[in-house]
């Protein structure tokens, strides 16, 4: 397959906002390929060369890239940069500029795998005379492309793809592609996904041997699995209700989602909620599970929390942030926030796949497997079959310092579901007793100008929300408020390495902010309530055809949630449920009329 087929994929990707649309052109794209050619088409296409766990980095800052554009068309790297400040993408003016220069023949048009494994090599440079290297092999590409190929070349290594396709519509390409369009072949494939993160490992798969390839797909060491997510409930009586009047309470640490690999020689990888490996940030968790966990290899999950070494107090979540991207002064960081793992579940232990027991059964086992120690610690749990000990319990957690509950269903068939959420799991916070005082992990995909003391940055944050169903972003809020002025001063540059010219084809909104962003960064809000609206498009369809909900007066509360990907944000779908779970009163909605109880 010849690069440029994939890069005129990508055009007309880009000219799409329909789902369908999109995922007949990637149909289209993948039904002939196999092996090699269709996994490394898959992995451009998310924007990627491996799988995301593997944190493979081009290491290419912008600066290099101009300067590779500007060596390969015969420009001033000065030249360039004026051109791109005025296009606003560095991967148009390098289309613009191969137009203008002729391409070197002698090798033949670019083939797809040629171009896969120059970034990878970009990738490997490392050391003395690396950037040297990563521009040269970068030139060589440019010189052979066509400009459509050079445009999505360079916004490739430069992070900014924009071509807007999400995991969930690729799943669909491939069901329809490799299997059928069948409800069952589709969840098939995505429970193989959610097992192994790895999308070019299932198109593989697929394209040999169709759904039957995937059977032999296993829970392994050092490939992390989707996590399993939680319901809310609006009181603990819907809770028991929806547990059959028994549960397994757990404290509700307020930390990060840790998933931890300990391999047979006592290795051990720790990946985030996010799939990124942390290991390197948290070296004394590293250090302290393999003594602490019997036998290997075994694989956790747990929250890791930070607390104070003198009287054993769980301290703020924000704390343990300072540990995350940590790549200076790590020994100083480790004594200032000292962390402990609180494993709340076990999904590997020796050779039995224990997340396909039911609760129960894995919780039998936790407490086998781990021997408490300082640093590692089995989350606190009880079972309760009554709302009076679910609230005494419930007293008692929250004055412990954690922010509340996640219950666990002890039925039969609560089995460990990878990247599922559903009321097996259901998190009952402190927050949810008050009116809509529950926070929201809202995606940031646009911005407006600051004024007056706020002019020369961004004055308000377009918010959105993910629908998996819709594979969009659904916009629910315009949020200026709690931002400080150092906060403010460094929202430009937070924000740079997604900006775009354009509306993401993924984001559905009735706003247009003054800047556009790729959705990538997840922060905290809080609001009054939730309300119908006719311009945000949040849950569009469930309540009324044509309006979605809006979150009036809504607070940054000053946390980025560096742990989630946009993809794991809050859902419109949560939006909904938490719409019908706040107290209405006589309040109005933004539409001016009472609002009412829609069923869905």
Known sequence: MQYR?????????????KRLEMRSILVDLLRPLRGRELASALYLSQGSLRPEYEGVELGVAESLARKAVAEATHQTVES????????????????????DVRRVENDGPLELLEVYEGLTEIARAAGAGSQETKVKILVDLLRRATPLEGKYLVRFVMGTLRVGVREMTILDALATAFASEGKEARERIEIAFNLTSDLGMIAERLAAGGLAGLDSIRLEVG??????????????????????????????????????????????????????????????????LPSAVHPHPAILEGECVPFDLGTGAIRPFQEV?????RKHDLEQALEEVPVALFAFDVLLAGDELVYERDFPERRAVLEKLVRPSE????????????????NEYFEEVVGAGAEGVMAKSLAEGSRYRPGARGFWWIKY?????????????????GAFHGRGRRAGTYGALLLAVYRPDRDRFETFCKVGSGFDDAALAELPKRLEPFRVDRAPPEVDTGLTPDQWFRPS??????????????????????????????????????RYRTDKSATEATTSGELVEMYRMQDRGGTRSATGERPVRHKA
């Not at 916070?429 to 995909?445: C, E, F, P, Q």
């Open 521 to 558: 960064l997840v922060l905290e809000v809080k609001g009054a309530e939730l309300t119908v609206s006719p311009i945000h498009r949040a849950g569009i369809g469930v309540l009324r055809p044509d309006a979605g909900l809006a979150l009036r007066f809504p607070r940054f509360t000053g």
């Open 80 to 99: 360039v940069a004026r051109r791109s400040r005025a296009s606003g993408d560095l991967g148009t003016t390098a289309g613009e500029l191969l137009g």
């Open 5 to 17: 087929e994939l890069a005129n994929v990508y055009e007309r990707i880009e000219a799409t906002t």
């Open 321 to 325: 942030a300072k540990r995350r991207g």
């Open 429 to 445: 916070k402190r927050d949810y007793v008050t009116h809509l005082a529950d926070s929201i992990d809202g995606v940031i995909v």
């Open 223 to 288: 490939r992390p699995i989707r996590p399993m997510l939680a319901e809310r409930a609006k009181s603990l009586e819907e809770l028991l209700q929806r547990m059959g009047g028994r549960a397994a309470l757990e404290y509700k640490y307020d930390g990060l989602r840790v998933q931890a690999h300990i391999a047979k020689d006592g290795s051990v990888r720790l990946f985030s909620r996010r799939l990124e490996e942390i290991g390197p940030q948290f070296p004394d968790l590293v250090r302290a």
């Open 375 to 390: 640093r590692i610690r089995i989350a606190e749990e009880r079972t309760v079959t009554n709302v009076e000990e679910a």
